[in-house]
């Protein structure tokens, strides 16, 4: 059979629409099924990519051929004699990384949400012609992708539009594509060729990202081992007013940023977005790694009609979250002290939900398609991230195998097992496999701990961890004021509680998500005026508070609490013992 041949033209960019065609040159003699997926690797929610589908239609030469719906995602064609040809548009306006977006400004897709597949025939060569817009105002347009150029007469050239050439579905479905008038940066890691792509108006200093970005790739590439899985990689930047996202891709990533996170020309002090997006560009491309080539048993192959369900997502992505920042400190583009605030934030995050007391990581991992993913009002108080709650699994995980092994055995040991075992030989990570890697590389009976960190619901014991390499764990207010023990958002002049935190006053009650504050003890709440009413009241004191509820005014008496002990400092201790010290200094240790 000869390859599936796909054209995608951004055919009306005003419009947000992409035209795409398939060529197929044997369909099935019973009628050929096509579908498109129901979710993106990376991103575990059902996201229904087929309801940006406009119109769809087919053609076996000059004549039509019927296609019947058979459910939300897949059609059949009926039998015909010869090439089947697939028209259809997509309608790309979801301003993200996991789908499609088009305007006259640039165009972006992941395949995922753009090329049905050919049932029967995935495991084909894939060829795919990327057209340009038609129009003067589109004549600078360029291309940026990974997926190989095709080559010959009718092949790309480096940035060009033409045909690219994938292996299979799989492969086509893994490169995004970027289109228009970008910036382009590039730069060389461990001697593989990476470029910057940044889409949007920007004034970054290129020089200090590309040089930034070179250190954090290089380390991780020795991390687990030259040379990289990949010979080339793009990190696909969308600069926005407000953004924040990244998800992978086995030799890129899309990014969504706001543009002032990224470093300003003569501006030395590196400001926390900056810091911020860093560790989003570090996370994404240690995913190169871990999750796209070391996988779960339950991704091996992925199903993507569907939900696939794993209790190992607390390691796929905790793990990467843990040396998402690590790999900044690590690569001495921020200090040890810039490092212990991040993990600081990181212990705080998951110690201000109670949800933490709740729900493991593994019940996180497993019930991701309908819980992380779709968070609600209540979310703080029953669920807990497999993302911050996993990366304090590796925390642990790595302080105890150093700890035990005074320095000798780390959590790098395990993800290079892991990735000798799993990453090269394409075998996936069965749900016992991360604790098994762990005990082979160490020696440790380790079930106890995994049960406890992973299925367990109990805090993990940091402050004793975190004291073996000489740092000390501590719990502080934020403030001094008394707490409603909400969370609001802003809405013109109104403040809006959106949630409500368990066993806090606002709850004890009757306060409820949704309500708008009106007054506390007949004074108006506004955005500004909130705080300052607080902060002139003491932890026990009752006040009347006024709240909208839907179009009903009522009255509640909250007695306020003090402010909780939940937002975590790590600093050196005082009195750290020479060992612990040297611990430290290993863990930390730049290179």
Same mark, same amino acid.
């Given at each position: ?58 053609r076996d030469g000059v004549r039509a051929v019927a296609l019947t719906k058979l ?116 730069? $060389? ?102 999750? $796209? ?51 600081? /934030? ?11 007391? /709740? ?10 398609w309908i819980k992380y993913y779709r968070q609600d009002e209540n979310a703080p ?211």
């Amino acid at each position: 059979m000869s390859a599936v041949r796909y054209r995608i033209t951004p055919a009306h960019p005003e419009a947000h629409l992409f035209e795409v065609e398939i060529d197929i040159a044997e369909p099935a003699a019973d009628g050929q099924l096509l579908s498109l997926p129901a979710w993106i690797p990376g991103s575990y929610m059902i996201r229904e990519f087929a309801r940006h589908i406009v119109r769809i239609d087919a053609r076996d030469g000059v004549r039509a051929v019927a296609l019947t719906k058979l459910d939300k995602h897949t059609w059949r064609a009926a039998r015909c004699d010869g090439a089947l040809r697939v028209r259809y548009e997509v309608y790309a306006w979801d301003l993200s990384v996991r789908a499609a977006h088009l305007d006259v400004t640039h165009g972006f897709f992941n395949g995922s949400s753009v090329f049905l597949k050919v049932s029967g025939q995935e495991n084909l060569p894939c060829e795919v012609d990327i057209r340009p817009p038609s129009g003067r105002a589109y004549k600078e347009w360029r291309v940026a992708t990974t997926l190989p150029e095709a080559g010959g007469r009718a092949g790309a050239k480096r940035h060009g539009f033409g045909v690219y050439r994938a292996a299979d579905y799989e492969e086509l479905i893994d490169h995004p594509f970027e289109m228009g008038e970008f910036a382009l940066y590039e730069f $060389k890691a461990c001697g593989v060729p990476h470029e910057v792509v940044v889409t949007g108006r920007h004034d970054l200093d290129a020089a200090r990202l590309c040089a930034d970005l070179k250190r954090i790739c290089e380390w991780q590439i020795r991390l687990f081992g030259e040379p990289a899985p990949f010979d080339r990689y793009v990190f696909l930047v969308m600069a926005v007013g407000e953004g924040y996202g990244g998800l992978e891709h086995r030799s890129s990533t899309a990014l969504l940023c706001s543009r002032n996170d990224l470093p300003a020309s003569g501006v030395a002090a590196m400001s926390d977005g900056y810091r911020a997006f860093l560790g989003l560009c570090s996370h994404e491309y240690f995913h190169s790694w871990n999750v $796209k080539r070391i996988k779960p048993a339950a991704f091996v192959p992925c199903d993507l009609s569907g939900e696939n369900y794993t209790r190992l997502l607390w390691a796929f992505e905790g793990f990467t979250s843990y040396y998402d920042d690590l790999a900044l400190v690590r690569s001495g583009v921020i200090g040890q002290d810039d490092y212990l605030t991040l993990l600081g /934030k990181t212990v705080t995050q998951v110690a201000r939900g109670s949800g933490r007391l /709740k729900q493991s990581v593994a019940d996180a991992s497993f019930d991701a398609w309908i819980k992380y993913y779709r968070q609600d009002e209540n979310a703080p108080n029953a669920i807990v991230s497999y993302y911050t709650k996993g990366a304090l699994v590796a925390l642990a995980l790595d302080l105890t195998l150093r700890s035990k092994s005074r320095g000798t055995v780390t959590l790098d040991d395990v993800m290079r097992k892991l990735w000798s075992d799993h990453g090269q030989t394409g075998l996936g990570v069965p749900e016992d496999g991360i604790r098994r890697a762990a005990e082979a590389v160490s020696g440790l009976k380790l079930k106890r701990f995994f049960d406890d960190a992973t299925e367990g619901t109990e805090d993990l014991p940091l402050d004793k961890l975190l004291r073996t390499v000489g740092l000390d764990l501590e719990f502080q207010a934020a403030g001094s004021a008394p707490v409603l023990g909400v969370k609001t958002a802003v809405e013109g002049e109104c403040v809006r509680i959106t949630q409500v935190l368990d066993h806090g006053a606002a709850q004890r009650a009757g306060l409820s998500a949704g309500d708008v504050l009106v007054a506390i003890d007949t004074l108006r709440v506004s955005p500004s005026s909130l705080d300052s009413l607080l902060k002139r009241r003491q932890a026990g004191d009752e006040v009347k508070v006024h709240a909208f509820r839907r179009d009903e005014l009522m009255k509640f008496r909250v007695r306020l609490d003090a402010p909780p002990a939940d937002q975590a400092r790590i600093a050196p201790a005082a009195r750290a013992s020479a060992a612990a010290r040297e611990l430290l200094k290993q863990w930390l240790a730049r290179g």
